[in-house]
């Protein structure tokens, strides 16, 4: 095996540890269960630009 198929496999067999971690942190699996709901449900704003922040933020004060 080359080293650059080496390194590869070796980055791979890291992202694969860091997925296990996650996927056994129940606390964070929680959190990112909540987020992919509150999409689905729109709940969610997306800020591009300077001027979607203002209109949030704006959007607050005003209530």
């Known amino acids: 095996m080359n080293k650059a ?3 590869g496999l070796i980055g791979e067999v890291e992202s694969l540890i860091e997925t ?3 996927l056994s942190d129940e606390n964070l699996m929680k959190q990112i269960r909540g987020s992919e709901k509150d999409i689905k449900e ?5 800020i591009k630009t300077t001027d979607d922040l203002r209109g ?3 959007a607050h ?3």
């Open 5 to 7: 198929d080496f390194e």
């Open 20 to 22: 296990v971690k996650i």
């Open 42 to 46: 729109g709940l969610l704003h997306e």
């Open 56 to 58: 949030l933020f704006l």
């Open 61 to 63: 004060i005003i209530q």
